[in-house]
């Protein structure tokens, strides 16, 4: 029994980074495709508007729904650690149930990483990748509960509302052991621990644009 204490804590880490490394792998496929579409579109970044704005399943087509064609793998948007009491585990902010209902998206489809809110929304110019000076210090998709518009969201990316109650900021409501898999808009994709991720964010490392809980940034 000692033994068996000692071992299955191992066990369980190693299970996940198996599964980190399989999300990491899913993000930067997806970063691919994101820069085939803004090769294909004049360097314009897949937009659409917030869900709870305008619920339009035919005109209103998601991020991930753009992407599709280039990626061609709808199990590809699903990471294997996300948890939640989302339906489907899927993120409310991007239409995921809508689109099922409608025939849009397959029946068993899972979306686990959010968009960047001031890009999907065009605000100020940023839906364009010249608007972005940095753009490897800018994330634009990632393990998250909602929205990218907020570090916490991506912190403690298995559980809502973490910027509102602190008790929720734990390891235990993280994606990863610790932290989270993060898209930069250059295509390439890193795990981040989940306070440090926080604290670039807040402190300008990371330039977020002007979504929700955006530095302004670009």
Same mark, same amino acid.
């Given at each position: 029994?000692?033994?068996?204490?000692?071992?299955?804590?191992?066990?369980?880490?190693?299970?996940?980074?198996?599964?980190?490394?399989?999300?990491?792998?899913?993000?930067?496929?997806?970063? #691919?495709a994101?820069?085939?579409?803004t090769?294909?579109?004049?360097?314009?970044?897949?937009?659409?508007?917030?869900?709870?704005?305008?619920?339009?399943t035919?005109?209103?087509?998601?991020?991930?729904?753009?992407?599709?064609?280039?990626?061609?793998?709808?199990?590809?948007?699903?990471?294997?650690?996300?948890t939640?009491s989302? #339906?489907?585990?899927?993120?409310?902010h991007?239409?995921?149930?809508?689109?099922?209902?409608?025939g849009?998206?397959?029946?068993?489809?899972?979306?686990?990483?959010?968009?960047?809110?001031?890009?999907?929304?065009?605000?100020?110019?940023?839906?364009?990748l010249?608007?972005?000076?940095?753009?490897?210090v800018?994330?634009?998709?990632?393990?998250?509960?909602?929205?990218?518009?907020?570090?916490?969201?991506?912190?403690?990316?298995?559980?809502?509302s973490?910027k509102?109650?602190p008790?929720r900021?734990?390891?235990?409501?993280?994606?990863?052991?610790?932290?989270?898999?993060?898209l930069?808009?250059?295509?390439?994709?890193?795990?981040?621990?989940?306070?440090?991720?926080?604290?670039?964010?807040?402190?300008?490392?990371?330039?977020t644009?002007?979504?929700?809980?955006?530095?302004?940034l670009?």
């Amino acid at each position: 029994s000692i033994l068996a204490a000692i071992l299955f804590p191992v066990f369980s880490r190693a299970r996940e980074q198996a599964r980190k490394t399989a999300c990491l792998s899913n993000l930067k496929q997806i970063g #691919t495709a994101l820069q085939m579409y803004t090769q294909d579109w004049d360097e314009a970044l897949p937009v659409c508007s917030t869900w709870c704005g305008w619920r339009d399943t035919d005109n209103n087509l998601q991020y991930y729904q753009r992407l599709q064609p280039y990626v061609k793998n709808w199990a590809i948007w699903a990471c294997p650690s996300a948890t939640g009491s989302c #339906t489907n585990n899927s993120i409310p902010h991007h239409a995921v149930n809508d689109m099922i209902n409608a025939g849009k998206i397959p029946s068993n489809f899972k979306l686990s990483y959010g968009y960047m809110e001031s890009i999907q929304n065009r605000c100020c110019g940023q839906d364009k990748l010249t608007t972005w000076t940095q753009p490897s210090v800018t994330p634009v998709i990632a393990d998250c509960m909602g929205l990218l518009n907020s570090p916490y969201r991506v912190a403690w990316a298995n559980v809502c509302s973490a910027k509102c109650n602190p008790d929720r900021q734990t390891d235990a409501n993280t994606r990863h052991n610790g932290g989270s898999n993060v898209l930069f808009l250059d295509g390439h994709a890193k795990f981040y621990s989940a306070n440090q991720f926080v604290s670039d964010w807040l402190n300008g490392v990371l330039h977020t644009g002007n979504g929700w809980d955006g530095n302004g940034l670009r």
